[in-house]
C-alpha cells in the first residue's frame, strides 16, 4: 500500500504538457524546445503519446525566465535593487523624496552629500583630510605619468588613502562615515594643481577649483557654479558605476574598495568620461565659430554626438537645465553657451535631443580654463559621495546578495574532452 501512495505522490509531482506550458507561459512546442536544449527533462506517459515533466524543474525554469524577462525584474529587463537614495521620475530626481535640483540650489556640496548618508542636514559642514593619507595619497600621484587621466589619479589616491587607514575594514556605519568624511577631501588634496598655488583650506569647490583651473582668483558665480555641478551630480540612481560598488560592497569590501570598483567603470566614454567628449566638440565649434561643420563631421565619422539626450529623461536633463541658469551668471560663460545652444539646434534638424548634464560640464570647464578631462575629475569627486551612500546601503542587506545567475547559452554536456 505504501508503494502505492509513493506511486500516487510521485505522479503528483509530474506535470502534462499542458500543465507545464501554462506555468511557462508559453506554447506546448516551447516546452519541448526546452526538452531539445537540455533545460528540462521529460517522461513518456506510459502506454500513451504525451509527455510528463518534473514540476520542480518547470518550476525553477519559469523562476528563470521571469528574471530574465522584460517585465520580471521591473525595470526592462534590467537588474532592479530596493534603495532609498534617489528616484528619478518625470524628468525629475529626488534625493530621499526631495528634490535634487532644489537641495543643489540651497546647499553646498558636502551638506548634500550629509543628507545622502544620514538624512539630516548638516548646515555648515565641511570635510577635512588627515595629513597622513594625504601624504600618502600625493606620494602615490606624484609617482604617476603625467599623461595619466583623472580616474587613474583618483583610483591610486583611494588606494593609497586605504594603506594608511588602519579602521578600513571597520564596516559600521559610524566608521564608514568617517572614512566618507575623510576620503573626499583627501582625493582633493591629492591632485596637482591646475597652477602653480594648491589650495588646502575653505569649502571644498575652492580647493578642487585650484587642481581645475588656471586662473587663479575664481569669482564668486563660478564657485557656486562649480559646487552646484558637484551637488547635482552626487548619485543617480544606479548607473553602471554605482552598480559595480554595490557588488564591491555586497561582497564585504571596504568602502575604500567599493570606491575604487566606481572609479574602475566610471572612466568608459558613456559613463563619467562623457563630458570629456563634450568638452572637444564644444571647442571645435568655438574655434570655427558654427556648428554645423562640425557636427557633420562627427556624423560622417560615425561618431554620435555628445553632450545630447539621456535614456532616462525624455524630456530635458535636469542637472543640464539647473548648471546652465547658473553659468548665464557668469559673463566669460557667453560664447561657450552660445556654442552649446547651436550644438543643440543643429542636431535638433535630425533628432530633437535636449542637452544632457555632459554638455553642461563641457561649458563649464571650456569657460573657466579647465583641460578637457576636468569634468572626469569633477564628475568622479562628487559621485564618490553617492558611492558610498549605496554601500552603506548595501552593508545592511544581506551579503553576497548581487550574484545573479548566468543563462548558459554553450554546448549541452558533457562534451568529450578537447584534444
Not at 282 to 307: H, T
Amino acid at each position: 500500500m505504501r508503494d502505492r501512495e509513493a506511486a500516487s505522490q510521485d505522479t503528483e509531482r509530474r506535470l502534462s504538457t499542458k500543465e507545464a506550458a501554462e506555468l511557462l507561459g508559453v506554447k506546448p512546442e516551447t516546452v519541448y524546445a526546452y526538452v531539445s536544449r537540455g533545460q528540462l527533462s521529460s517522461r513518456r506517459v506510459s502506454g500513451g503519446r504525451g509527455s510528463t515533466f518534473d514540476a520542480g524543474e518547470v518550476e525553477a525554469l519559469a523562476r528563470r525566465n521571469r528574471r530574465e524577462s522584460p517585465g520580471g525584474s521591473g525595470s526592462g529587463g534590467e537588474l532592479s535593487v530596493r534603495t532609498r537614495i534617489t528616484l528619478i521620475e518625470s524628468d525629475r530626481y529626488f534625493f530621499r523624496g526631495v528634490d535634487a535640483v532644489d537641495l543643489a540650489a540651497r546647499h553646498t556640496y558636502e551638506e548634500v552629500a550629509e543628507w545622502l548618508w544620514t538624512g539630516r542636514m548638516l548646515r555648515g559642514t565641511t570635510f577635512t583630510a588627515p595629513p597622513a593619507s594625504v601624504a600618502v595619497a600625493r606620494r602615490a600621484v606624484e609617482a604617476l605619468p603625467e599623461h595619466a587621466a583623472p580616474a587613474d589619479l583618483l583610483r591610486v589616491a583611494t588606494i593609497a588613502a586605504a594603506t594608511a587607514d588602519p579602521l578600513r575594514f571597520d564596516l559600521s556605519e559610524g566608521a564608514v562615515l568617517g572614512t566618507a568624511r575623510t576620503l573626499i577631501p583627501t582625493l582633493v588634496a591629492a591632485l596637482p594643481p591646475a597652477g602653480r598655488r594648491r589650495l588646502d583650506e575653505g569649502p571644498l569647490a575652492h580647493r578642487l577649483w585650484s587642481r581645475l583651473s588656471v586662473h587663479k582668483d575664481p569669482d564668486e558665480a563660478s564657485l557656486r557654479a562649480l559646487d552646484a555641478a558637484l551637488a547635482l551630480l552626487v548619485d543617480h540612481d544606479l548607473a553602471a558605476s554605482t552598480l559595480a560598488v554595490r557588488v564591491a560592497a555586497s561582497a564585504r569590501a571596504h568602502a575604500y574598495a567599493a570606491v575604487s570598483a566606481g572609479l574602475g567603470v566610471i572612466e568608459g566614454p558613456l559613463h563619467g568620461a562623457a563630458s570629456g567628449l563634450a568638452h572637444r566638440l564644444l571647442q571645435d565649434v568655438l574655434d570655427q565659430g558654427d556648428a554645423a561643420p562640425v557636427i557633420a563631421d562627427e556624423l560622417r565619422a560615425g561618431r554620435r554626438i555628445p553632450g545630447l539626450g539621456h535614456r532616462l529623461y525624455p524630456g530635458e536633463d535636469p542637472r543640464a537645465r539647473a548648471l546652465f541658469a547658473l553659468l548665464e551668471q557668469i559673463p566669460r560663460a557667453e560664447p561657450a553657451l552660445l556654442a552649446a545652444r547651436d550644438i543643440v539646434e543643429t542636431t535638433a534638424r535630425h533628432a530633437p535631443l535636449h542637452a544632457n548634464v555632459d554638455l553642461a560640464l563641457a561649458v563649464l570647464t571650456a569657460s573657466c580654463g579647465m583641460a578637457p578631462n576636468a569634468g572626469e575629475t569633477i564628475f568622479s569627486v562628487a559621485r564618490t559621495a553617492g558611492w558610498i551612500a549605496h554601500a552603506l546601503e548595501e552593508y545592511g542587506e544581506r551579503p553576497l546578495r548581487m550574484r545573479p545567475s548566468g543563462l548558459y547559452a554553450g554546448p549541452k554536456p558533457p562534451q568529450p574532452l578537447p584534444e
